[in-house]
Structure formats: C-alpha cells, structure tokens
C-alpha cells in the first residue's frame, strides 16, 4: 500500500479492551482470547496475534503458504500454532475478522483525529487494504461462508456499521451529499476493490476511491474549500 491510510487500517497491535465506551469491545478479541474464548496470557496473546499478522501477509501473497512457513515466520513452533490455531480454516476467519476488526476500529478512531470530510476520506482509503487481504482468501472464505452463516453476516453488519459512523458526522458538517448511505458506500468501494486483484490494480483503486470521496462532496452545502491540500 502506498499511502499511510490503507496501511495502518489493517494492522493491529494486541492490547486489552479499552475503558472507552465508544470502544468496541470486540476489537481486541482475537488478539487477547485463545480457540477456547479464554483469556491469554499476555505472551500467548503477542505470538496469536503475531501469527495473525504472518498470515495476513502470507495469504495475501499465496492463500496456499503451508502452515508451518507460517509458524517459521512468526518465529514459533508448528505446536504453537496449533493450539492457537486448530485447523486452517480458523486461522482464515482469525485473519479476516482482524481486518474487520481494524476497519472497524478506525472508524472510531478517526473522527477523534480529523475533521468529519477527512475521517471519512481515511477510512475510505484503508478499505483498499482490508479488501487487498479478503481478495487473497476470497475462494476459501465462500467456501466457509455455508458453514459460518452468523460470522459473514455479522461481519457485514459491523462493515455498515463502521461506514455509518464515518459518513453521518461528515453528512451533519454538511462536508458530504445528505443522501449518501452506508450500504451504499460499502457496496461501491466493494466493487472498486474487486475489480483490481493485483498490487498496481490496488493502487487505481486508490485512485478511484479518491473520485468516490469526491463524488460524495458534490453538491453538499460546506463542500467548497474542502480538503484545501488535496486541491493545492
């Protein structure tokens, strides 16, 4: 990925979950609980998530890197990841609720650090990430959703969810078109991302994100002199 964006949408680092009410608690479950819904000691935490990590990479690269080049490097035994990991479809929902995870995150964070047009734009942009990694692990994901019904579906239900709480405030600041919805959104920066499989089709999509983002500016009441460094 080449802007900070995209990439810092799907790292994550383990902590605990935060006191902060408009935390998701949920976002440092995978980091944080073991196979079994126990919680990990805090060095059992770091290598689970560290494994995570790897994967990510690895199946983004090759949805067929074999467990143990996983476990080699992450820097743990093939034990290790077995007992985080019991079968390989598990570490492909861990991956993939991670990406969820960090998306969804985001969009609480962003609006602390931005103005409502930016915090949307951002996390518009990191959509491009999460969406690099599920195309990587996109045939193995149908072939689960059969069996996980509530996972998909709730993932899905956090996905609008994350646009929503992006996009109403920039619609309040009147920065964005009134009209604009959160299925809407995510459903148009889903197609962008399907169509561009590859690392140079990632970055069109940047772009092409970049014109959604303006799109969503036309005709809104505050959009004129918006994003003033963009426009420079």
């Keep these: 990925m080449a802007t900070s964006g995209s990439a810092t949408a799907t790292k994550r680092t383990p902590t605990s979950a935060s006191s902060d009410p408009q935390t998701p608690a949920n976002a440092a479950d995978s980091a944080t609980q073991g196979a079994c819904g126990k919680p990990l000691r805090a ?9 995570v990590d790897v994967a990510t990479t690895a199946f983004t690269e090759d949805v067929d890197t074999p467990l143990d080049e996983i476990a080699k490097r992450a820097g743990v035994g093939i034990g290790t990841l077995y007992r ?3 079968t390989r479809c598990d570490l492909v929902l861990a991956v993939y609720g991670d990406q969820v995870a960090g998306l969804e995150q985001r969009s609480y964070d962003l609006p602390k650090e931005l103005e409502p047009g930016e915090a949307l734009h951002e996390w518009m942009r990191g959509f491009v990430g999460y969406y690099a990694v599920k195309m990587g692990l996109i045939n193995l994901l149908r072939s689960m959703m059969q069996g996980n019904p509530e996972t998909f579906e709730s993932a899905r239900n956090r996905m609008r969810e994350s646009a929503a709480r992006v996009l109403q405030p920039a619609i309040d600041a009147g920065v964005v078109r009134p009209d604009a919805t959160a299925t809407e959104l ?3 920066l889903g ?3 399907l169509a561009s499989s590859t ?5 069109t999509s940047l772009a092409v994100v970049d014109l959604i983002y303006d799109g969503l500016r036309f005709g809104a009441p505050n959009s004129s ?8």
Excluded at 43 to 51: E, G, H, I, M, P
Excluded at 199 to 203: A, I, S, V, Y
Excluded at 225 to 230: Q, V
């Design 84 to 86: 985080h990991f019991p």
């Design 199 to 203: 690392p140079e089709g990632q970055e």
């Design 43 to 51: 060095d059992a935490a770091r290598n689970r998530q560290k494994l």
């Design 191 to 193: 197609g962008v991302c």
């Design 225 to 232: 002199g918006l994003d003033s460094s963009r426009d420079a």
């Design 186 to 188: 995510t459903r148009a």
